[in-house]
């Protein structure tokens, strides 16, 4: 078990350029998460994953947003026409459940997005 | 949305001292409480949680104290140490989404010798 991984650790781009992050969950963990933390405040909630399925998404997750978790496994978070109010660093959490409620999340490093 | 209001922001101990951090909730149905520990440049590390069919729960240096009636809950550490130098966030359930958590805004602890 390695634990949740992020890809890239650090992305740096220009305003109006599209990025994608990569997260590799803690395997045959069946929930996901992304979350974005700003400086000095905790995470967000941006959406939610059990399987493949996209349970859930947070106001904050604009039209420029999206998120996608093929076959179950991996997620990758797109953001198009970046701006300089998604600089931010987007963190991925997986988590085991089999039935509802609440469970124990684990996060990756964190992918930090920096835009110019 | 649930509201997390957690204190203090900031707080500076003598090693050896007892580190003290609360947070208060709104509303939720689920009791599952966390606290996270994250570094500077890492994502956050769960600490130790607590569902409170019991009021506390102590892992080592580490207690929670859970207060249902007062929705407050807090995270005390024993004979704090450099190596604690961190910053904690407590959560709770998100209402009308029982899979997702509400981080409090944190609190950033150093630990002087």
Redesign the interface.
């Known amino acids: 078990d390695t634990g949740v991984s992020q890809d890239p650790r650090h992305k740096i781009t220009k305003r109006g350029q599209n990025v994608t992050f990569r997260c590799d969950p803690i395997s045959e963990h069946n929930r996901l998460y992304w979350y974005r933390q700003t400086l000095g405040q905790g995470p967000e909630f941006l959406t939610y994953f059990q399987n493949e399925a996209q349970l859930e998404k947070s106001r904050l997750l604009s039209d420029r947003f999206s998120a996608e978790r093929p076959k179950g496994s991996f997620s990758t978070l797109e953001i198009q026409r970046t701006e300089q109010g998604d600089s931010a660093m987007y963190l991925c959490a997986s988590s085991f459940s089999l039935a509802g409620g609440t469970d124990t999340q684990y996060f990756g490093p964190g992918t930090r997005l920096t835009v110019l | 949305q649930q509201q997390?209001k957690?204190s203090p922001q900031s707080l500076i101990v003598q090693k050896g001292g007892i580190s003290i951090i609360n947070c208060a909730y709104e509303n939720t149905a689920?009791d599952?409480f966390?606290w996270?520990q994250q570094f500077p440049?890492?994502?956050?590390?769960?600490l130790i949680?607590i569902r409170p069919d019991v009021s506390e729960k102590k892992e080592g240096r580490f207690t929670i104290s859970f207060n249902k009636s007062a929705k407050q809950f807090s995270l005390h550490i024993m004979d704090s140490q450099p190596g604690d130098s961190a910053t904690y966030?407590c959560?709770a359930?998100?209402k009308g989404?029982?899979?997702?958590?509400?981080?409090?805004?944190?609190t950033k602890l150093q630990v002087i010798p």
Do not use: R, W
């Open positions: 997390v957690q689920f599952y966390p996270y440049g890492k994502g956050p590390a769960l949680a966030f959560a359930p998100s989404g029982y899979q997702k958590v509400t981080f409090g805004t944190g």
